[in-house]
């Protein structure tokens, strides 16, 4: 499944980076994936897009629950992925602008645009994103210092 909703032309398939939801052992499996396409300014590519498709993930995210992605300080999806801190260089924790809706399915599609946590490129690549909802819900794990639970993990490639 690859999402291709951005009217941004790519330089080259250096500029983006995949993550796939349905790979991670341990978390609950549906199709989702999300890319992110680098579209930096001034030579630094750290500015990019979240294109996003979601299928059989967390229901009615955007109406009572919030879900978001968020980028964590790790390479791995093991079972200590919720003990990770956020991964970010800026003032102030940029993943309040990472959040998404979804039907009451739990399907989503769409894409964020203009997203920065003060990284390039290859400072995100290797790391984990991972799928954030409202806790309560089967499947998920409580996110470190948060209300928070860990729905579903990637590693972000190129």
């Known amino acids: 499944m690859k999402v291709r909703s951005s009217n941004r032309k790519l330089k080259s398939k250096n500029d983006e980076l995949v993550g796939d939801f349905g790979k991670a052992k341990g978390y609950k499996k549906f ?20 294109e996003y498709e979601i299928e059989d993930g967390p229901e009615n995210c ?3 629950d ?15 992925v919720e003990d ?19 039907n009451e399915n739990g399907n989503a599609v769409g894409v964020l645009r203009d997203l920065d946590v003060g990284y390039e490129i290859d400072d995100l690549r290797g790391k984990v994103i991972v799928l954030i909802g409202p806790s309560g819900k ?13 729905i579903a993990c990637a590693v972000l490639e190129s």
């Open 31 to 50: 199709d989702g994936e999300v890319t992110l396409v680098f579209h930096g300014k001034k030579n630094k590519m750290d500015v990019f897009d979240i």
């Open 62 to 64: 955007g109406e009572d």
């Open 66 to 80: 919030d879900c978001f992605f968020a980028i964590l300080d790790t390479d791995s999806c093991d079972d200590d």
């Open 84 to 102: 990770e801190d956020r991964f970010y260089d800026t003032k102030k924790d940029p993943y309040d602008d990472f959040d998404f809706e979804s």
């Open 138 to 150: 089967s499947h998920r794990r409580k996110l470190k210092g948060a209300k928070e639970i860990v």
